[in-house]
C-alpha cells in the first residue's frame, strides 16, 4: 500500500549522555574527530549495545542464541498488539495474565509473529535518569514490568518479540525471568520504546531495525509505527 495510507510515529528515544542507562553510568559519547575546516565535520560514537531505545537478541542471555544480526526481517517488521496498563501502573507494576486476557476480550487473540507493546506510562520519567531508574535505598530498581506468567501465554501465542517503556521487562527479579522465557523461545526484547500513547492498541504495524552487528547480543534500534488512516 502507498505509504500515504499511514501516519507514522517514531518509537524511539534521541540517543545523548544524558539518557537513563541500567548501571546509572554514561552509556552514549559523541566526540567530534575533524570538523569543517578540514571539509567534513566527523564524529565517533562510542556507546554501551544495549543504550536507549535498543534490542535483546537470544544470544544476550544464551549461548549459540540467535545474535542480532541473525534475526530475520519477517520478524521485524510485525503487526503491534499494544497492552495498556497506562492508568494502573505503579512503580512495582507487572503486565498479568489478566491484562492479556483484557486484551484478548476486547482485540481478539494475538496474532502470531505480532510485536506485543507493554505500555505503562513510564516514559514520563525518560528525561530524569534517577526517577526513571528509581532506585531505592537498598540498591534496587523500581519500574513496571513483565510478570513470567503473562509471558508464558504470550509464547504461546508465538509472538515475535515484546517491547516494554522501560529499562527492562524484568525488575525485581535478579534471575530474570522474563528474559529467561523471551531469549529462550528465540523471541526478542525491545526496552525504553518510546510514544507507545500515539499507537493504537490494535491495527498498527511496527518496523524495529536494530543495527546488523555481527556476533553482537544487543543494539540500538530505530523503531517506527505505521498506522493505517481511517
Not at 14 to 30: E, R
Not at 102 to 113: C, L, S, T, V
Not at 172 to 186: E, K, N, T, Y
Amino acid at each position: 500500500m502507498p505509504l500515504e495510507q499511514f501516519k507514522l510515529v517514531d518509537l524511539t528515544h534521541p540517543l545523548n549522555d544524558q539518557v537513563p542507562t541500567w548501571n546509572g553510568s554514561c552509556g552514549f559519547c559523541l566526540e567530534l574527530k575533524q570538523d569543517y575546516d578540514r571539509v567534513f565535520r566527523v564524529n565517533q560514537i562510542k556507546m554501551h549495545s544495549g543504550i536507549g531505545t535498543h534490542m535483546d537478541a537470544p544470544s544476550h542471555r544464551f549461548q549459540g542464541g540467535a545474535s542480532i544480526s541473525e534475526i530475520p526481517l519477517e520478524q521485524l517488521i510485525v503487526r503491534a498488539c499494544v497492552i495498556d496498563v497506562s492508568e494502573k501502573a505503579d512503580a512495582n507494576y507487572e503486565i498479568s495474565v489478566q491484562d492479556v486476557e483484557i486484551y484478548e476480550r476486547a482485540h481478539g487473540i494475538i496474532p502470531k509473529d505480532a510485536l506485543v507493546i507493554g505500555y505503562t506510562g513510564w516514559e514520563r520519567f525518560w528525561s530524569d535518569s534517577a526517577a526513571y531508574r528509581n532506585v531505592d535505598e537498598n540498591g534496587t530498581m523500581h519500574f513496571p514490568a513483565f510478570s513470567a506468567t503473562a509471558v508464558e501465554i504470550l509464547l504461546k501465542r508465538d509472538i515475535a518479540g515484546i517491547a516494554i517503556d522501560t529499562l527492562s521487562p524484568d525488575c525485581l527479579d535478579s534471575s530474570f525471568p522474563v528474559h529467561r522465557l523471551m531469549l529462550g523461545a528465540g523471541k526478542y526484547i525491545i526496552e525504553n520504546i518510546a510514544n507507545c500513547s500515539q499507537i493504537p492498541e490494535k491495527g498498527s504495524y511496527i518496523i524495529a531495525l536494530p543495527l546488523r552487528a555481527e556476533a553482537s547480543t544487543e543494539s540500538p534500534i530505530r523503531a517506527v509505527a505505521l498506522i493505517p488512516n481511517k
